[in-house]
């Protein structure tokens, strides 16, 4: 477990910024990639009512809205729930935190939680045993921890992280793939599947590995995926293929309620 540091204000500051930043998500989700892919595997095999677990400006949320199951959105910072309730207001949606849900135990047949659990600097055991209390038993949950690996070291030394926290802030935390699957298994889970991906690669940080319509429009990045260039795209595949675990961005583990 390794903590990564920033000169923001602090983890809540960092995603209530980058929230009111930009507007609330479209309808489209590019299910070939992260997360539409493992949502959509997700759902496949689940049943009953769906938490998102921290679904910020709302894009997997929007996307099965209204598909015939019910799904909720939740997250503590309240700016992207006000922008997703002014452009759909029959949206399912709580200002809430993932240690204290506010939803009786057994409610969910599946949580998709994308991105949410690095964000506690404490308290992940506490965060999995909150979500494996509102999930029925032989419930689903589908979610992305960011890896402790060379990719995202590479990407925190291209960052503003100076690597401690002298005059910093807590950022994200930062796991092992047997750290993971110990914190799931204390909480009550079986993990079904544990897969390496690569959501945004530090390549993507470099002008000429970008997709040359691709300039950090995170609107547009958020529906269709990071896009790199011809180049960026054979080295992400050159690395992804020889070395997933040290090149990934995050686990993607799903598992069952136990
Ligand atoms: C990486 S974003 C992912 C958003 C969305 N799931 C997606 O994939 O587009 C993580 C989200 O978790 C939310 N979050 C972080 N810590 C949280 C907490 N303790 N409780 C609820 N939401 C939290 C953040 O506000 C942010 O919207």
């Keep these: 477990m390794r903590a990564t540091h920033r000169s923001h204000g602090g983890n809540r500051d960092y995603w209530r910024l980058r929230w009111e930043a930009i507007e609330a998500d479209g309808t489209t989700l590019n299910l070939?990639?992260?997360?539409?892919?493992?949502?959509?595997?997700?759902?496949?095999?689940?049943?009953?009512?769906?938490?998102?677990?921290?679904?910020?400006?709302?894009?997997?949320?929007?996307?099965?809205?209204g598909q015939g199951r019910r799904i909720v959105g939740l997250d503590f910072i309240e700016a992207p729930l006000h922008k997703l309730h002014g452009v759909d207001d029959t949206l399912p949606l709580l200002a809430g935190d993932i240690l204290q849900l506010p939803f009786a135990s057994g409610v969910f047949g599946c949580v998709l939680a994308f991105g949410l659990y690095h964000n506690l600097e404490n308290g992940l055991n506490d965060a999995?045993?909150?979500?494996?209390?509102?999930?029925?038993?032989?419930?689903?949950?589908c979610a992305s921890f960011r890896a402790d690996n060379l990719q995202n070291r590479i990407l925190d030394a291209l960052s503003d992280s100076d690597g401690s926290s002298a005059g910093t802030h807590f950022h994200k935390m930062n796991y092992t793939e047997p750290e993971i699957r110990r914190c799931l298994s204390a909480a009550g889970f079986a993990v079904t599947d544990l897969e390496y991906v690569q959501n945004m690669p530090f390549l993507h940080k470099l002008a000429l590995l970008r997709h040359r319509h691709d300039r950090f429009d995170e609107h547009s990045a958020r529906a269709k995926g990071y896009q790199l260039s011809t180049l960026g795209e054979a080295l992400q595949r050159t690395s992804m293929t020889l070395w997933p675990r040290h090149f990934c961005n995050v686990y993607v583990a799903t598992a069952t309620a136990v």
Aim: hydrophobic share 35%.
């Design 128 to 141: 999995l045993s909150e979500t494996r209390r509102v999930l029925r038993h032989s419930g689903v949950l």
């Design 32 to 65: 070939a990639r992260y997360p539409g892919r493992h949502a959509e595997a997700t759902l496949a095999r689940a049943s009953g009512a769906v938490l998102e677990a921290g679904c910020g400006p709302g894009r997997v949320l929007r996307y099965y809205h």
